[in-house]
């Protein structure tokens, strides 16, 4: 095993930098750019920004963005629309600001080893350092994501399983025609219709629509402080797991049916198991492998791309936003600094995947194979 986990780990390196280099090519053709942004803002025609760049336009801007890389404009000698009348000396302050003055391959080298040293340099538009501002964000996509995820597998494997013991019942039936349409129904939608009956829409006023606490979080007991912090998740929680159990559902039931069906679970109930005995005994452990593969999958998409709508709509500040948002901005710092850290999380958790498999079934044996 621990050479399996040696080469999974080398492979880390390279699939990493095919999808950094991917995506930074990918910006050099992008419209628009950091320069372009502060450009339009002092001619008057950006309507795009969602987040304000203080400081005076012909003056030093925030930070020191150039030795963090980025992408999107060329170098000095470019044109960039709605510069003229513009100081061509200006310009080129900007490009060296922003480290634009050197050649794409530069700037790339010089970001990735930047991000060896899980050194993210400084936001283009914000007075922060990346990862502090990442930090900043953190516990909103944290809360959502975990609680998403133990809700999740706390109600499609349970119900899952008895749909598979209960197969073509009545209770299967309605079960499985409650969940496809609440898989069907959009989890923004949802989440008004929640604003709108118990946030103070125009019914009830139950529960808080901004923030992940309230004003007066630091006065509060920690008893309280627990009510209040899960008094915001409330509305949130619901409008995303309106359909998050559905495909996790079907798919325990379908690998519990068909582990049901095996010979050694004839084989147990001859020798005068209980169904119990066999569910969770026999069935259980084999069953359970295939949920388990979609585990990480389940975990990125809570954790960090399925809560955008549901941050914007609920004011919750979190790193769905915050990516969102630096791809408006062109904040490329940002923007590639999450996807590096999300790309490396989403690495690692699926090599804790693998080997949670010989966690659950010991016969299972990696080493045997190629990576």
């Known amino acids: ?48 920004a969602t987040a304000r760049i203080s400081g005076s336009p012909q003056g030093d801007f925030q930070g020191s963005p150039g030795q963090n890389g980025g992408g999107g404009e060329s170098a000095s000698n470019s044109t960039y629309r709605g510069a003229q009348g513009l100081d061509p000396e200006f310009i080129k302050s900007l490009e060296r600001q922003y480290g634009f003055d050197k050649p794409p391959l530069e700037r790339f080298t010089l970001m990735i080893g930047n991000y060896l040293t899980f050194d993210f340099g400084e936001s283009y538009f914000r007075d922060v350092s990346v990862i502090d501002l ?23 494997i349970p119900l899952g399983i008895r749909k598979a013991v209960r197969d073509g019942t009545p209770f299967d039936i309605w079960t499985s025609a409650a969940i496809i349409i609440g898989y069907a129904i959009p989890g923004f939608l949802f ?121 914007t709509i609920f004011s919750l500040d979190g790193l769905g936003l915050l990516s969102f948002e630096s791809i408006i901005n062109r904040d490329y710092p940002v923007v590639f600094a999450t996807l590096y850290i999300f790309s490396l999380l989403g690495l690692v958790i699926g ?21």
Do not use: C
């Open 134 to 156: 990442i930090i900043e964000k953190m516990p909103v996509s944290i809360s959502l994501g975990l609680w998403m995820t133990l809700i999740s597998y706390g109600i499609s």
């Open 1 to 48: 095993m621990g050479a399996y986990i040696i080469r999974r780990l080398l492979l880390m390196i390279p699939t990493l930098f095919g999808i950094m280099l991917i995506s930074f090519a990918v910006i050099q053709f992008a419209p628009g750019g950091p320069v372009e942004r502060i450009i339009a803002q002092i001619s008057g025609t950006d309507a795009g």
């Open 351 to 371: 090599l804790i995947s693998d080997l949670t498999y010989t966690w659950i079934d010991p016969r299972i044996d990696f080493e045997t194979r190629e990576v």
């Open 191 to 311: 989440a008004v219709l929640l604003i709108v009956l118990f946030a103070g829409g125009s019914f009830l006023d139950w529960f808080p629509l901004r923030g992940l606490t309230s004003d007066n979080w630091d006065e509060l007991s920690w008893p309280m402080k627990i009510v209040d912090y899960f008094w915001h998740l409330t509305l949130p929680l619901l409008a995303m797991a309106l359909g998050a159990f559905a495909t996790l559902s079907l798919l325990t039931k379908n690998s519990f049916l068909d582990e049901i069906k095996k010979q050694y679970v004839m084989t147990a109930r001859a020798k005068g198991l209980t169904e119990r005995q066999v569910l969770y005994g026999h069935v259980f452990r084999n069953a359970m492998l295939l949920i388990i593969a979609g585990f990480p999958g389940v975990f990125i998409g809570a954790f960090f791309g399925g809560s955008l709508l549901i941050e």
